[in-house]
């Protein structure tokens, strides 16, 4: 059974970080790509940071570029997301999903596993 689960978020002031994890389970990690999305209140979801495990390479949209680091532990089957300089408008519940696609194939049409969400607010 194919398992994800995200944790780390939490509550925290504007400039301040967080690490969010996705821990994996029941598929081969090593062969799949891992996404982090986020929902904001009264928003439709949206793809933030895309990992290849089995190449390494990476994506981040444009408002978590500089900010955000996806990385993984192969060892944990963990993916992580590094969130810095963190602002108000990144509020909102982030999910881990999982795809044996490619990222770029994955990312244009959908991510066949998802985690449940795990909520990030940013506020002073």
């Known amino acids: 059974e194919v398992q994800l689960q995200a944790s780390g978020g939490g509550s925290v002031q504007p400039g301040e970080s967080l690490k969010l994890a996705c821990k994996a389970s029941?598929?081969?990690?090593?062969?799949?790509?891992i996404g982090w999305f986020r929902q904001a209140p009264g928003k439709e979801r949206g793809g933030i940071s895309y990992?290849?495990?089995?190449?390494?390479?990476?994506y981040y949209e444009e408002s978590a570029r500089g900010r955000f680091t996806i990385s993984a532990d192969n060892a944990r089957n963990t993916v992580y997301l590094q969130m810095n300089s963190l602002k108000p408008e990144d509020t909102a519940v982030y999910y881990c999903?999982?795809?044996?696609?490619?990222?770029?194939?994955?990312?244009?049409?959908?991510?066949?596993?998802w985690g449940q969400g795990t909520l990030v607010t940013v506020s002073s």
């Open positions: 999903a999982a795809d044996a696609k490619s990222w770029v194939v994955a990312a244009l049409t959908h991510f066949d596993y």
């Open positions: 029941g598929f081969p990690f090593d062969d799949y790509t």
């Open positions: 990992l290849s495990i089995k190449d390494g390479s990476t």
